[in-house]
């Protein structure tokens, strides 16, 4: 056996001259591998943003009136509005009636004798054993009335049920729409009246310009033929009011 006569410091100097080769090497092959390909980009797609539905307004604060009764929502198929007739202004259509005055939403009307007022619902609410009445209004910045009732209808959680009737009404020459429940309505019997105001009402600082009214079916359609604006009615005496 012959054993090699290198020095080990000439044998490290060689590997010190070749290991700069190898680096070269590999450099040129990144550099073209990079070109072939193109530039590489890394980065995060950009979080999704959501758009708010339809801003429609209820002064849910003042009222104490339940979010269910203020939808804003998509309606899956849009309720078809139907003309209704109204009578003529000098019948009585509600005989032996209570006039109810509320100074807050601007309006007045009448309703069956008996019915006390709720200081349970927090907001301007009547009720006796065969109906009742709830007050509301609705700020739609500016909305056609057609717009705002099909939002109100068509709530996600069905307060009005999945098919329910509008129709056309008018008070004191005022666009109204009266929506009644289908049978698998949420909420049971209960419909609702939309009146847009001569001039919009400020409650709490806020501005709106729709009426809005929760009755049963049973009563809505007479206290709707009684409505009346305080902006429209004049000086006459109303009724005393919670």
Not at 86 to 103: F, H, Q, R
Not at 176 to 188: C, F, H, K, N, T
Request: contains cysteine; hydrophobic residues 35%; charged residues 15%.
């Amino acid at each position: 056996m012959r054993w090699s006569t290198a020095r080990p410091s000439q044998a490290v100097k060689d590997m010190n001259l070749k290991r700069p080769v190898c680096y070269v090497v590999f450099l040129l092959l990144s550099t073209l591998l990079i070109s072939a390909c193109g530039t590489l980009q890394v980065g995060l797609e950009p979080a999704p943003t959501s758009t708010p539905d339809n801003a429609v307004r209820t002064p849910d604060i003042a009222t104490g009136t339940p979010a269910l009764r203020s939808p804003t929502a998509t309606p899956a198929d849009t309720p078809i509005a139907t003309p209704t007739p109204v009578p003529p202004p000098t019948a009585d259509v509600a005989p032996g009636w209570e006039t109810y005055s509320s100074e807050r939403f601007g309006v007045r009307f009448r309703y069956p004798p008996g019915w006390q007022f709720d200081p349970v619902h927090g907001g301007e609410r009547y009720a006796g054993e065969d109906g009742y009445f709830i007050l509301d209004a609705i700020g739609s910045g500016g909305a056609a009335i057609d717009e705002v009732t099909t939002n109100q209808a068509s709530h996600h959680l069905r307060p009005f049920g999945s098919r329910p009737t509008i129709e056309r009404l008018e008070v004191q020459g005022q666009e109204a729409r009266l929506i009644l429940p289908s049978a698998d309505a949420s909420m049971g019997d209960q419909a609702q009246l939309i009146a847009r105001y001569p001039e919009p009402v400020t409650i709490l600082g806020t501005a709106y310009d729709h009426f809005a009214l929760y009755a049963d079916q049973a009563h809505i359609r007479t206290i709707a033929q009684t409505l009346q604006f305080a902006s429209l009615v004049g000086s006459e005496e109303p009724a005393p009011s919670p």
